[in-house]
């Protein structure tokens, strides 16, 4: 059951990393060309969307582990990778859209969380199975 999350999280994360990603490279640029710290802030948005895609696969990895045996491993992996994209993600695309610069400082977190996952994941990889 958990695998079946997974995969579902895994699809809406990737769905609106690509509907950020575009809406920053076509809607967002426009809005923020004029501003002072714009370019700045079209950065943060292209960071944020580029880490939000590569962890929505990485929570289809979980999935895809979790499938074939570690699931504890590979559920704190998704779970890590899906909160790492709302506070990392969440938090660059927040000041990006004006949001407060003190959102800067828990991003970090975000990325710790994702760090995280990256480490159950090996765990969940060394716990996967023989299969000969």
Known sequence: MQEK??????GVLGLT?????????HGLRGLLDGL????ERLSWWQTAAHYHLVHALAVALAAWLGSRGPRRAAA???GCFVAGVVIFSGTLY???LGG?????AITPLGGLSMMA????????????????
């Open 100 to 104: 407060p610069r003190w959102l800067g």
């Open 94 to 96: 927040a000041m990006a």
């Open 36 to 39: 002072p710290d714009g370019a």
């Open 76 to 78: 704190v992996a998704g």
């Open 17 to 25: 990393a690509v509907a950020l990603g575009a809406f920053g490279a």
């Open 117 to 132: 996952g990256w480490i159950a994941t090996i765990v969940a990889g060394v716990r996967l199975p023989r299969r000969d």
């Open 5 to 10: 999350r997974l995969v579902v999280a895994a």
